[in-house]
Structures are given as structure tokens and as C-alpha cells.
Antibody, heavy 118, light 106 residues
Framework: QVQLKESGPGLVQPSETLSLTCTVS????????VSWVRQPSGKGPEWMGR???????AYNSALKSRLSISRDTSKNQVFLKMNSLQTDDTGTYYC????????????WGQGVMVTVSS | DTVLTQSPALAVSPGERVTISCRAS??????MHWYQQKPGQQPKLLIY???NLESGVPARFSGSGSGTDFTLTIDPVEANDTATYFC?????????FGGGTKLELK
């Protein structure tokens, strides 16, 4: 079955870099895209960026200068790196599946809570 | 960016019909999707393309709308439908979400 699982540190210091990993199973990263979506507590989600099935990337312009998404298809993993973290980057970070033909998020990981604090 | 506006909260009794609205700041054609999120869980896809029911989702859920105005209907509402419901558009970049409507049962 399709599964996505996020992993990474729960606490990041202000101005530091966040590194998260999404490990997927049940589908191929060369057939589906994986997006990162974050959600501050009590607020709506925000799409951050996408690793397309063909290896191309797309980013939310609001985050583009700080964000990098990459992948390792041999390990079925997608990576997120975001630098210069501030307190308003605190929230739950999800990886999700979408595709060229499915312009919505049909599967979500369980999420990882990230707190930016000194 | 396309702003999606939802009412913050609704309260209904089990067995009733409830409609949750989502208004877009510009047209999104029919590329509107709905998710249910229960406390402590990830969002779950309910409706895609404004009116298509995701596999495995009860037929009590339905969606409608096009352009800028969309609704999610639950009929009849059950106790375990207590959750926050989000709309999300994929017509304009970047894809955006609404702020969510929290549904409470009386």
C-alpha cells in the first residue's frame, strides 16, 4: 500500500537549517510527484514545493530563496532543506503524493512537528 | 496567490445536513479539492475536482461548484464527522489551501 513517512529533528535553532526526509513505499518516485506541505498549529496548510516525477522541482515563490528539494530514487526518499529558519516556521511538516494527472494530494505522511526555538 | 476563504466554524446535530463553503479570490475552474482533518491526524482527501468522491469515502459526502464558489455537503452528518475541513485549489500557482472550517456536533 502507499505510504509516506517524514523524519527529521523536532527542534531547530533560529537561523539554522531544517533537513527533513520523506521515505515512500508502494509507488515509484519516477511515476508520481512528492510535495512538501506545512501547517502551523490551528491554521490552514501551505504548499511549499514539489519534486516532480521526472526530477524537476517547483517551489512556492514565498519560500523559494530558502528552500531546496532533492531525491534519491534508489532509496525511495525525497529531501527538504530550508535555511534561515525563524519562529514562524514552526509547525507540522508533511510530505504528500500528487501527480501530473492528479492535481491534488491523495496520500499524506503522518507529519513531523518542527519547533523553531532557542 | 489565490486566497480561499472558509467560515471558521459550524455546529450541527447528528442526522442533519451541513454545507461548508469555500470562496476563491479568482476563478479556479473546477480544480477545487476537499480534505478532512481530525485532531492529531494528517488531512484526508474527500473530494477532488470539485465533485468527484475519492475512493473509500462515504457517499454522505458530496461537492459542488465552479469558478469561485464551492461547497462541501455532508448529509446526513454523523458523530465521527467532527473535524476541520479544508479546501485546496490547483488551478493557479501556487496551490493554496483555505483556513479550514471546524465542524462540531451538538
Amino acid at each position: 500500500q502507499v505510504q509516506l513517512k517524514e523524519s527529521g529533528p523536532g527542534l531547530v535553532q533560529p537561523s539554522e537549517t531544517l533537513s527533513l526526509t520523506c521515505t515512500v513505499s508502494g509507488f515509484s518516485l519516477t511515476s508520481y510527484s512528492v510535495s512538501w506541505v506545512r501547517q502551523p498549529s490551528g491554521k490552514g496548510p501551505e504548499w511549499m514545493g514539489r519534486m516532480w516525477y521526472d526530477g524537476d522541482t517547483a517551489y512556492n515563490s514565498a519560500l523559494k530563496s530558502r528552500l531546496s528539494i532533492s531525491r534519491d530514487t534508489s532509496k525511495n526518499q525525497v529531501f527538504l532543506k530550508m535555511n534561515s529558519l525563524q519562529t514562524d516556521d514552526t509547525g507540522t511538516y508533511y510530505c504528500t503524493r500528487d501527480s501530473y494527472y492528479k492535481d491534488y494530494f491523495d496520500y499524506w505522511g503522518q507529519g513531523v512537528m518542527v519547533t523553531v526555538s532557542s | 496567490d489565490t486566497v480561499l476563504t472558509q467560515s471558521p466554524a459550524l455546529a450541527v446535530s447528528p442526522g442533519e445536513r451541513v454545507t461548508i463553503s469555500c470562496r476563491a479570490s479568482e476563478s479556479v475552474s473546477t480544480r477545487m479539492h476537499w480534505y478532512q482533518q481530525k485532531p492529531g491526524q494528517q488531512p484526508k482527501l474527500l473530494i477532488y475536482g470539485a465533485s468527484n468522491l475519492e475512493s473509500g469515502v462515504p457517499a454522505r459526502f458530496s461537492g459542488s461548484g465552479s469558478g469561485t464558489d464551492f461547497t462541501l455537503t455532508i448529509d446526513p452528518v454523523e458523530a465521527n464527522d467532527t473535524a476541520t475541513y479544508f479546501c485546496q485549489q490547483s488551478w493557479n500557482d501556487p496551490w493554496t489551501f483555505g483556513g479550514g472550517t471546524k465542524l462540531e456536533l451538538k
